[in-house]
């Protein structure tokens, strides 16, 4: 009867610990699994940091020169006085001082930032 209790004690135990150790496989893959897709995202993330980095500079870039272009160009050969380009300049760098502020708060609002790091998709 000890014996039969023993192997039985013995069978649990080596069923148990095949269990554990299987359970420990499939959790090191899952690992592993959740591991290549956080990398998978922190890629993308880091491509479209990376794209709206870029794709502003150019647009800075583009967006002084016209301005830079337009302005010279203007005051050299408007024949108009020096009061009224100096009104006419002023009058431009508030507006333009109000359309850098309105793109400013456009690029770095909250909802486009929780797009790009897959913010919403876990609100949700």
Known sequence: MKRNIMALLF???????????????AF??????????LYLRM?????????????MGICMVFVF?????????F???????????MWIGFTCS???????VQIFASIFAEEKWLKIF????KKS
């Open 94 to 100: 508030a507006i333009y001082a109000l359309i850098a």
């Open 28 to 37: 090191k893959d899952m690992t592993q699994l959740k591991m290549q897709l």
């Open 118 to 121: 897959n913010e919403q998709e």
């Open 11 to 25: 069978f649990f135990l080596t069923r148990a610990a095949q269990k554990l150790t299987v359970n420990q496989a």
């Open 75 to 85: 005051f050299l050969y408007a024949p108009l006085t020096i009061t009224a380009k």
């Open 65 to 73: 020169a016209s301005l830079v272009l337009f302005h010279a160009t």
């Open 43 to 55: 890629v993308k993330t880091t491509r479209m940091l990376f794209l709206t980095t870029f794709g």
